[in-house]
């Protein structure tokens, strides 16, 4: 068999990874904060992308109409307007001359009134002034918020203490370490060892520091765990008796309500052992708490679904949150117009196709959001109008194939994505449950609504009556819902249900303190 060569032409398709593929793709899985951090980078970036209110703002500066296109302002007056846009940031920024006079009237009040000082060319003088109001303060200048007071932090309320105590120089070195590794609930995170490594210095003279620092307020701070926190506050309310000590070593039988168990180790009665828990429930059990700390910022839903007249869905876009960018083909023309190279062409043009790029990409990624998120209303229009007890098992699958996209891509836009009802927010996940069988009809039961049963069921129950598992079981049943034993486990220890012997303690021990 004799060989030889001869070329053949194939024709075939694949799919190739582009970077700007790729970043389509990353788009979609981004939440709506991610989204707005990216697009400001590409704002930074990419000289040809501009926000819309930035583009407003510099015809309305350029003294320009607002609704005339660029394209039709007079080249000089749009050099104006593109001048303003490449300056707005340094123009925001105060001159430390020019605010001088503000930041000296608010060290010294007395200086308010009719008269100020102020910094000229020759030095300092004393200047009439004729723009102040009735507040004290300049008209354009004046902003309310300048008159709210700061919020207290637990480190400044400790750091000011400590300034104020009898510690000499070295000790007040150590207290300032130790107020550094207190968190916002008031624990000392790190041990007494590691400080004393860290600083060069001995135990005890770390333990001695840490004793004093412990008596300052709120009562209960520099605690290392909770029964530490609880002992401080219980020896400022002079209550900490041999019982007390005893409780707090075996804090663990509490929180297992084992209380035959604490009876017996603190050697108190029942009576007493009630009265005991009672002045623990009064403790703070996260005293640093009170003061001030991290805003945490709320959910901002992607889509908000509400009832029309006739009885369905709207599902909409929640444009507050989608970020706005133009392409400024205008500025495109005059810089590609004056490239004097091969190299500054070529940047132009690839800002050109980066800036359509993006453009492009903010808006299918909005369209595929609406779209998935109104395929996952027509599927649970159930809960919607009903409640959880009406969610349907779904998955990405059958979301997919009814829109006619890959799992993958519904997978990417769920994520981090959260929608707006009625009910409430909620991740567009959460409509995404497994399926259990029922055995009343052919129709399966999802899996949130089998939880939302068992803490029904749970909630409902008394003190004399608590449900086992098996007889959680039996009720689920009783309602057509066809589900194990171990199941039923599980989805208790994932709600953080305690199981039916200690549930049965919690109540019997809340009825004894009512009484």
Known sequence: MALTHRLELRQSQSLVMTPQL?????????????????VEGELERNPLLETP??????????????????????????????????????????????????????VYPDLSGSDKVGLNDQGWTQQRSSTRNDTGSSGSD????????????????????LSLSKLNDVQRLIGAHLIDMVDEQGYLRGSVESVAIMLGTEIEAIEDVLEQMQRFEPTGVFAQNLADCMRLQLIEQNRYDPA????????????????SGLKKACQVSDEDLSDMIAEIK?????????????????????????????????????????????VNQSYYTVVAGAARDAREKSYIQDCLQTANWLVKSLDQR??????????????????????????RPLNLRAVADAIDMHESTVSRVTSNKYIGTSRGVFELKYFFTSAISSSCSEDMVSSEAVRHHIRQ???????????????????????????????????????????????????????????
């Open 22 to 38: 790729q970043q389509a793709i990353k788009l979609l899985q981004l939440s709506n904060m991610e989204l707005n951090e990216f």
């Open 53 to 106: 209110a930035v583009e407003s703002e510099a015809i309305t500066q350029a003294g320009l109409e607002p609704n005339v296109p660029l394209a039709d302002i007079e080249p000089q007056k749009r050099a104006e307007a593109d001048d303003w846009i490449s300056s707005s940031g340094e123009n925001n920024k105060e001159d430390p001359s020019a605010n001088l006079d503000t930041r000296v009237e608010d």
């Open 142 to 161: 004046y902003n309310l918020e300048n008159f709210v007071q700061e919020e207290i932090t637990l480190h400044d309320h400790l750091a000011d203490q």
């Open 244 to 259: 007390m000590q005893a409780l707090l070593e075996n804090i663990h039988l509490l929180a297992a309500h084992n209380f």
């Open 282 to 326: 009064h403790l703070n059990p996260k005293p640093g708490l009170q003061f001030g700390s991290v805003t945490v910022q709320p959910v901002v839903p992607d889509v908000f679904v509400r009832q029309n007249n006739d009885g369905s869905w709207l599902v909409e876009l929640n444009t507050e949150t989608l970020p706005r960018v133009l």
């Open 366 to 391: 909005a369209r595929t959001i609406l779209k998935v998120a109104e395929e996952i209303v027509r599927q649970q229009d159930g809960f919607f109008s009903y409640g959880v007890e009406h969610l």
């Open 457 to 515: 069921l749970i909630d409902a129950e008394q003190a004399d009556a608590i449900l086992s598992d098996d007889k959680i079981v039996s009720s689920l049943r009783d309602k057509g819902i066809d589900i194990a034993r171990r199941t039923v486990a599980k989805y208790r220890e994932a709600m953080g249900i305690p199981s039916s012997v200690q549930r049965r303690r919690k109540k019997r021990m809340a009825q004894q303190m009512a009484i």
